[in-house]
């Protein structure tokens, strides 16, 4: 199948989901809660959003972040001062990729577009349609289609280095997947598949299933692995769309464990919990190291959830409300809630130090320090 083709019935996938959707139960109306931890918003910006996700990269001091109109945006963690600003000169289709000081973006006429310190250093067309950010590393810019073709340019001109196309299912999903970095290997989702790739040359080191998917036609078999994935050390996190949550070992490149559960929004983790929040809006909680459940949790059932963060005592998840709810990572209750703009909170939330960012859909940054 052609990669246009491809690309088309991804888009025509995601409009029937959204349309499935369209007939929600109510959503569970917010309980009363008394504050058990300390928190506040520190600073707030904004960039135009509309209607692109907005995707907070996070290198040094900084929060790289992206809007729809073109504009690339490096805020300090501290104030959210604008350090440097540009603009890839086209909308946007995908989110920001930076390693602090080259940021990479794709511009809705599939440009792969690369900023140097906010000034554009150079550009070139890709052959298919991207939904993912680009992960800046290494001396290198990685780009994953939706067709999850993934390939490799040189960050200082633009030099093609290499593509990795393999065969996979004709539909995938027209929302951002996994491509991350892991010591010395690139980390990609193709199909229900998490695949380590030596970023020098574009081959196959490992690759390990976290879904089985078993439909009964190819819309109900998509089971792409949805990004961001959470890393702890060496174990890597993500979720297969409507499938499955696991982990694996991506020193060794092996499963460790996998649990079948719906869901479309990233998980967050750390070294002890991985957190997921299913169709539903019920989150469940498992222990990192073997995949028992540890809890679950149904407070913020049909509340159109974000995807989900995990780093301290806290999990961090956002809602359509704009309220952002913080959970006991013992237990699920919440201990405190802040609101943002009253617009959808879109992506995941991201942490630099002790702050915690989160993006809505009216393209409002809102920085967070909790207890």
């Not at 695949?195 to 574009?202: C, H, K, T, V, W």
Request: one cysteine or more.
């Amino acid at each position: 199948m052609s990669r246009l083709l491809t690309a088309a019935l991804s888009l025509c996938l995601c409009a029937a989901l959204a349309a499935c959707s369209s007939d929600k139960p109510k959503p569970t109306a917010l309980e009363s809660i008394t504050p058990q931890i300390a928190g506040r918003s520190v600073w707030n910006a904004r960039v135009d959003a509309t209607p692109f996700v907005l995707m907070p990269s996070v290198k040094d001091d900084a929060f790289i972040v992206a809007g729809g109109d073109g504009s690339v945006v490096a805020l300090s963690r501290d104030n959210g001062s604008e350090l440097w600003r540009g603009n890839a000169g086209a909308r946007l289709s995908a989110g920001v990729g930076s390693d602090g000081r080259y940021a990479a973006v794709v511009t809705r006429d599939n440009e792969l577009v690369v900023l140097d310190k906010g000034g554009v250093k150079w550009r070139t067309r890709l052959g298919s349609l991207v939904a993912t950010a680009p992960l800046v590393a290494g001396e290198r810019v990685f780009v994953m289609g939706v067709d999850r073709a993934v390939q490799a340019y040189d960050v200082q001109d633009g030099r093609y280095l290499w593509d990795l196309r393999r065969a996979g299912e004709p539909l995938t999903l027209s929302q951002p997947g996994v491509v991350s970095a892991f010591k010395d290997t690139l980390l990609v989702g193709q199909g229900q598949r998490l695949a380590g790739i030596d970023p020098l040359r574009g081959t196959v080191r490992w690759e390990v299933a976290i879904a089985n998917p078993r439909g009964t036609n190819e819309v109900e078999r998509v089971a792409d692995l949805v990004g961001p994935a959470a890393r702890a050390g060496d174990v890597v996190c993500a979720r297969a769309f409507q499938s499955a949550v696991g982990c694996a070992n991506a020193q060794t490149g092996t499963l460790l464990w996998t649990k079948n559960t719906g869901g479309a929004q990233a998980i967050g983790a750390d070294a002890e919990l991985v957190a997921s929040a299913d169709g539903s809006g019920r989150i469940t909680a498992w222990r990192a190291n073997n995949g028992d459940l540890a809890w679950t949790a149904e407070q913020l059932l049909h509340r159109d959830l974000s995807g989900l963060l995990v780093v301290g005592r806290t999990v961090i998840v956002g809602d359509f409300e704009g309220q952002v709810h913080f959970l006991d990572r013992t237990n699920g209750k919440t201990l405190l809630r802040l609101p943002t703009d009253g617009s959808q909170v879109i992506g995941t939330p991201v942490v630099l130090g002790n702050t915690v960012l989160v993006t809505t859909k009216k393209g409002g940054l809102f920085a967070f320090r909790p207890e």
